[in-house]
């Protein structure tokens, strides 16, 4: 694929998910209501941190005291985990490809010690080694191409300190209708080892490989 075409790729979900943000933020970031306050909606982020970040001891023994830590949080949405994140790390910068879902995560989570950033879809705009972990769920699943996916994961490892972790969930299975909203690629467990090290990270673990929910935590060198 030429870097026009991949562009242009870009260009289209980036205009697909300020349309579905437009139209309704919270249910295509959790697509369970279409109406959900924001009492809902942060319960189910804190769920999320709690299942997958605090009660991960191999996680939180490589982490350490999250107060001192900075998180970088791969698509943020409309900020449904950022506002959680941001009461555990000492600084969070909230990633997301559209406009929209962080104009909206901006109004919901409002905390001095969290940054919005806007991609294009693969870029992550920090310094080179500037946090120490980063985070995403129900994000790769829906990302255009396995090229983006690898981008993306090469500039987390730029992000990242070394001895910096993250952990991510990408789809384990094929997607029954290619033509959902939700679409995006899959790996194998020999697919989600690759990536790894193709973007030059360690794996450390792999959980729920051939499901939706395929699990990889990975560290720097």
């Known amino acids: 694929m030429s870097g026009v075409e991949e562009e242009n790729i870009l260009a289209r979900h980036k205009n697909k998910w300020d349309v579905l943000a437009k139209e309704n933020d919270r249910y295509y970031v959790r697509s369970v209501h279409h109406e959900q306050s924001d009492e809902e909606y942060e319960a189910s982020g804190k769920k999320n941190v709690e299942e997958h970040i605090l009660n991960d001891p191999i996680l939180m023994a490589k982490l350490g005291c999250l107060a001192e830590k900075n998180v970088l949080e791969i698509g943020c949405g409309s900020g449904r985990i950022t506002r959680t994140l941001s009461k555990h790390f000492m600084n969070v910068a909230a990633l997301d490809i559209s ?32 946090v120490d972990f980063a985070f995403s769920f129900i994000v790769y699943q829906h990302f255009p191409t396995k090229e983006a996916i690898l981008h993306s994961f ?19 299975i094929a997607n029954p209708d290619p033509k959902h909203w939700a679409w995006g690629p899959h790996f194998t467990k020999e697919d989600g ?14 959980r729920g490989e051939g499901s939706q929910y395929f699990w990889m935590l990975l560290e720097k060198s």
């Open 154 to 172: 090469r500039q987390v490892a730029r992000s990242l300190k070394p001895g910096g972790v993250f952990k991510v969930q990408v789809r384990g």
């Open 193 to 206: 080892l690759a990536l790894a090290n193709s973007a030059g990270l360690k794996v450390i673990e792999l």
């Open 99 to 130: 406009r929209t879902m962080l104009e909206k995560a901006r109004y919901f989570v409002n905390e001095e010690n969290v940054i919005f950033l806007e991609s294009n879809g693969e870029d992550v705009p920090l310094f080179p080694a500037s």
